[in-house]
């Protein structure tokens, strides 16, 4: 769900970090145009899977996913002039889907 949105004038720095993120389980955020085709594509991290690091018995560092149910997260965007609507949808690794979780109308 989206809960807020600030647009504003600028450019923002270009991020070669960013495609990190395009890998499964992670979130596509899609710039949709007026008849709902793709403009540009963003990946971010999915902020309810999450890796800890903790102590074993034994004294010796481990990870382990942790999975939330719910978190907060942003995405700081430079908009495309012709997009009229933000979608996102995860990222599967053996799946053809391409259903969008959310498509949030940008006013």
Same mark, same amino acid.
């Given at each position: ?13 270009? #991020?070669?970090? !960013?495609?990190? +993120?395009?890998? /499964?389980?992670?979130?596509?955020? %899609? @710039?949709?145009?007026?008849?709902? #085709?793709?403009? !540009?594509?963003? +990946?971010?991290? /999915?902020?309810?899977?999450?890796? %800890? @690091? ?54």
């Amino acid at each position: 769900m989206l809960l807020d949105k600030n647009i504003a004038q600028g450019k923002l720095k270009i #991020n070669d970090q !960013q495609l990190k +993120y395009n890998s /499964n389980g992670n979130f596509e955020c %899609v @710039e949709l145009d007026e008849r709902k #085709n793709s403009l !540009q594509k963003y +990946y971010l991290e /999915n902020p309810v899977e999450k890796y %800890v @690091e903790y102590a074993s018995p034994d004294g010796t560092l481990e990870n382990k996913q942790v999975s939330l149910d719910s978190a907060d997260t942003f995405l700081r965007i430079q908009l495309h002039p012709k997009t009229k609507f933000i979608a996102l949808r995860e990222l599967e690794k053996n799946s053809s889907s391409k259903e969008y979780l959310m498509i949030n109308a940008i006013d």
